[in-house]
């Protein structure tokens, strides 16, 4: 089964700075990738999501960018921060392939970033 | 955009008392998933439904696809304290190509030992 790493596990960032969050996968080929954000308290935002290497789709307009240079490799980036990012990001995986029902999806531990 | 309503919000319950949460929607799913979220971690998958009406179980915990394809419900017999945590449900979609999952926004649940 597919494992999935994320660091740093959390991160304190001065308003204006840049951030780079990483995401690898073990266990699996061509997964669908996914960056979620949760805010203190409250459910999952997807924030981007990627089926494939250099292919990014963006939920929802925002200040941070996302890429996949390698298969098994997701890297959520910002030039500069803003306040508003503060939250819990989370990496989510599913294989991709084997049809609807080999779909669930699972997640890393999260980084937990906090905008100064 | 799509949205799950998922209720109770929170829940403060007896340890060995049963929980009943649910999940609707006004769209039709696939597959619904259930997943418990300890704080500071990322979610870990419960449940996995792929059929309208399908009931299963892990442990303690049993849930059921709704038959309208439109709901999902939880629950977990004789509560225990590591029960804390909020629990989510999820929604499959297929959108432009790709899987997509819509999340309910929690039930968090507290129990009183």
């Known amino acids: 089964s597919q494992t999935i790493h994320q660091w740093p596990a959390t991160l304190v960032q001065p308003v204006g700075s840049p951030l780079s969050l990483e995401c690898t996968v073990e266990?699996?080929?061509?997964?669908?990738l996914y960056w979620y954000r949760q805010a203190a308290g409250r459910g999952l935002q997807l924030l981007f999501y990627s089926v494939g290497i250099g292919q990014i789709s963006s939920e929802v307009p925002q200040n941070l960018s996302a890429s996949r240079p390698q298969d098994r490799q997701f890297i959520l980036s910002s030039k500069k921060l803003l306040l508003s990012d503060s939250g819990f990001y989370l990496c989510?995986?599913?294989?991709?392939?084997?049809?609807?029902?080999?779909?669930?999806?699972?997640f890393g531990d999260g980084t937990r970033l906090s905008i100064l | 955009g799509q949205q799950l309503n998922q209720s109770p919000q929170s829940m403060f319950i007896q340890e060995g008392e049963d929980v009943s949460m649910n999940c609707t929607s006004s769209?039709?799913?696939?597959?619904w998933l259930w997943y418990k979220q300890d704080p500071g971690e990322g979610p870990v998958l419960l449940i996995a439904l792929y059929k309208a009406g399908e009931l299963t179980s892990n442990g303690r915990l049993t849930a059921q696809f709704g038959t309208t394809r439109k709901d999902s419900f939880l629950n977990i017999s004789a509560s225990i304290p590591s029960d804390v945590g909020i629990y989510f449900c999820a929604g499959l979609t297929y959108t432009s190509g790709t899987y997509k999952y819509i999340f309910g926004t929690g039930t968090r649940l507290k129990v009183l030992a």
């Open positions: 989510a995986c599913n294989p991709g392939t084997g049809g609807w029902r080999n779909q669930p999806q699972h």
């Open positions: 266990g699996t080929s061509n997964p669908n």
């Open positions: 769209s039709i799913f696939n597959t």
